[in-house]
C-alpha cells in the first residue's frame, strides 16, 4: 500500500532553533505540498512543487521558511528560527499528474511544538 | 480572507440518519471542489469530489451537491456511521491551477451509535 512517509513524527523544540521536516512522496507522484493544520485556520497550504521545481509558496512566511526538493523522494520544509506560534502540525501531500481528479495523498504529519 | 468556508465547526448526528456538511465558497473562479475527512492522528483521506460542470456526484453513502449560482456545496451522508465521526474538509480549486487546492477549516462530525 503505497503511502506519503513524513519524519519525524513529532518534535518539540525551544524558540530560535532550527527545525527540518522531512517527507518521501509516493514513488511516480510528481506534485507534492506542504500544508499546515492549525486550529484556527484549519489546513493552509505553505508551498507545492511539480516535477522538483517550486510553482507556489505564497502561503509561506518567506523570513523563516524554507522548502525544497532536493531529489524526486525527498521534501524538506526548514524553520530557522522558529517561533511558537510555528506549532502546528505540517503535512505533506502528493499526487500524480492531474492529480485534481483523485485527490492527494497526504502522510501522517508532524506535531511540532515550539516551546 | 478565507475563500473557502465551513461555517459549522462542529455537527453531531444519530447513527442511520442522514448528515449534511455545509461549505461555501467565495471565489468564482474555482471550478472544482472536493472533500476529505481526517481522523485524529492521521493525514487527511480523499472522500469525494465534483466538477463545475455537474451539479451532484453520489459515491455509495456520500452525495456532494453543488449550486454554484450561490457558491454553496454540501456533502450527504447517508445513513451515516459512527465510523464516519471525523473532521471533513470541504476544499477547493480553479482549473488554471488546479494543483492549488484550497481547504476549508473543517467541521468536527460526530456520529452518535
Known amino acids: 500500500d503505497a503511502r506519503v512517509t513524513q519524519t519525524p513524527r513529532h518534535k518539540v523544540t525551544e524558540m530560535g532553533q532550527e527545525v527540518t521536516m522531512r517527507c518521501q512522496p509516493i514513488?511516480?507522484?510528481?506534485?507534492v505540498f506542504w500544508y499546515r493544520q492549525t486550529m484556527m485556520q484549519g489546513l493552509e497550504l505553505l508551498a507545492y512543487?511539480?516535477?522538483?521545481?517550486?510553482?507556489?509558496d505564497s502561503g509561506m512566511p518567506k523570513d523563516r521558511f524554507s522548502a525544497e526538493m532536493p531529489d524526486a523522494t525527498l521534501a524538506t520544509l526548514k524553520i530557522q528560527p522558529s517561533e511558537p506560534r510555528d506549532s502546528a502540525v505540517y503535512f505533506c501531500?502528493?499526487?500524480?499528474?492531474?492529480?485534481?481528479?483523485?485527490?492527494?495523498?497526504f502522510g501522517s504529519g508532524t506535531r511540532l511544538t515550539v516551546v | 480572507d478565507q475563500q473557502v468556508k465551513q461555517n459549522s465547526p462542529s455537527l453531531s448526528v444519530q447513527e442511520g440518519r442522514i448528515s449534511i456538511l455545509n461549505c461555501d465558497y467565495t471565489n468564482s473562479m474555482f471550478d472544482y471542489f472536493l472533500w476529505y475527512k481526517k481522523y485524529p492522528a492521521e493525514g487527511p483521506t480523499f472522500l469525494i469530489s465534483i466538477s463545475s460542470i455537474k451539479d451532484k456526484n453520489e459515491d455509495g453513502r456520500f452525495t456532494v451537491f453543488l449550486n454554484k449560482s450561490a457558491k454553496h456545496l454540501s456533502l450527504h451522508i447517508v445513513p451515516s456511521q459512527p465510523g464516519d465521526s471525523a473532521v471533513c474538509f470541504c476544499?477547493?480549486?480553479?482549473?488554471?491551477?488546479?494543483?492549488?487546492?484550497?481547504f476549508g477549516p473543517g467541521t468536527s462530525l460526530s456520529v452518535i451509535p
Open positions: 514513488l511516480g507522484h510528481n506534485t
Open positions: 476544499a477547493a480549486s480553479e482549473l488554471t491551477s488546479y494543483d492549488k487546492v484550497i
Open positions: 512543487f511539480r516535477n522538483r521545481a517550486p510553482l507556489d
Open positions: 501531500a502528493s499526487g500524480p499528474p492531474g492529480v485534481a481528479n483523485y485527490g492527494y495523498t
